[in-house]
């Protein structure tokens, strides 16, 4: 503690040399004060830690913050090929929207292609960067305006609509066919009569189902106009507005009537 109480000097010192490595690190300038107080307790002597303590506290709270704001409020860096956007250059060969030619920027020449294809640019133009697309440049004849923006594209057509109910299809046939399975026992008790049905056609132009939606009056005849629509029938199926085959429900007269 003595050589300590002897050599404070030597400890402060050992301090500013710790925050300024730090500091290196950091980059944030806290460290950098806290060295600068370290080094105010340096030149104070070995006893007088509140002066450093207070040198510390005063380049933290008065001097960090104008360098940081210094520090950090510069004009923008460009860096790379963004620095050449805004410059102006002469053209060397010519520039058409089909060939690239050259422009001489900023001492080096570069590979050209013209902002508007449809401009030719001609060599001893003035022409300014708006653009660089890899290692070309984009460019514009100076005092020559842009040409206006292409309007938008106009809206799509509205979709057709392609909604379609059920249709019969072959309908003549299949007809025929279930009426001649006249049932039998209807046919020796000479019972005629017509069948209301309502069928549920599938995507595929077949009756998934069939229900009578008003009777002949014969239990016989009912159930043969189904039998029929089930095992005969088929439609065109409906579709959506896309396009698409849909189920759908049509209703139909099976009429049995004897020769």
Known sequence: MDWLNDHAWAAWLGLAAMFGVAEMFSLDLIFL????????????GAFDAPLALGTSLATLTLLRPPLVARLHGGPE???????????????TAQITGTESGRVRLAGDVWSAAPYDEH??????????????RGATAYVHPTGDPLPPPAPPAPPPPPAV?????????????????????????????????????TVTI??????SSCSVSRSSGSSDLDAAACDGM????????????????????????????LN
């Open 33 to 44: 004060m806290l060295a600068v107080g370290a080094m105010g307790g340096v030149v104070a």
């Open 77 to 91: 860096l460009r860096l790379g090929t963004g620095k050449l956007i805004g410059t102006q250059g002469v053209v």
């Open 119 to 132: 401009l030719v640019i001609e060599p001893g133009e003035t022409v300014e960067v708006l653009e660089i």
């Open 161 to 197: 609509d392609r909604t379609s109910g059920a249709t019969p299809r072959g309908q003549s046939g299949w007809a025929r066919r279930i009426q001649s399975n006249y049932p039998r026992r209807a046919e020796r008790e000479g019972t005629e009569g017509s069948v209301g049905v």
């Open 202 to 207: 599938s995507p595929d132009g077949r009756v």
């Open 230 to 257: 089930t095992r005969y029938a088929r439609y065109n199926p409906a579709t959506n507005a896309a396009g698409d085959p849909v189920q759908d429900t049509v209703s139909t007269t099976i009429v049995y009537q």
